[in-house]
């Protein structure tokens, strides 16, 4: 499969890490497009045969944490109310998925970054707990811990919203 049409191909996941990382829709969108921007312009430095979601998910966290700290935005973003809401689907199930999207979207906004980032790539994303490590550069004991406190921290908000 060609560089280009690997990349298309995981422009979905690629937008639901950006949504979690940025937690703004618009923001988001933003990540996404510069992370692919420069995946483009940095394409010789990926070898084929190697995981491009793991390279992409790379490209994409660094620079989140850019931006984070170019603008101080960090802990500073909120998920609109709007989030989550389906457009012309009146049906029951719809209704009541949005909702609950919307109520995990909001808790995972109140997660410190550290916990969110490792939630979205295990819990969200499904990468294997020694993928995720290497992706974010930290050792395994350090995924394991953030995920459980992340995950209970979640798990209480979540609660909370019931």
């Known amino acids: 499969m060609a560089f280009e049409d690997e990349m298309v191909a995981l422009l979905p996941r690629l937008r639901r890490f950006a949504h979690a990382l940025a937690r703004s829709p618009a923001d ?7 992370a692919v921007e420069r995946a483009i312009n940095a394409r010789a430095s990926w070898q084929p045969g190697t995981r491009l979601d793991s390279w992409m998910y790379r ?19 909120f998920v609109a109310a709007e989030q989550g809401e389906t457009v012309g689907d009146g049906g029951d199930r719809a209704i009541e998925a949005s909702v609950e999207l919307g109520q995990v979207m909001r ?29 974010l550069d930290i050792p ?13 921290a979640l798990m209480a908000r979540l609660g909370e919203a019931a």
């Open 28 to 34: 988001a969108d933003d990540l996404c497009q510069a």
């Open 59 to 77: 490209i994409m966290r660094n620079l989140w944490i850019d931006t984070a700290r170019a603008t101080n935005r960090r802990g500073e973003t």
């Open 107 to 135: 808790a995972m906004a109140t997660l410190p970054n550290e916990q969110r980032e490792v939630i979205a790539l295990v819990l969200v994303e499904g990468f294997a707990y020694r993928e995720a490590a290497e992706m």
């Open 140 to 152: 395994m004991g350090t995924l394991t811990s953030r995920l459980v406190r992340g995950r209970t």
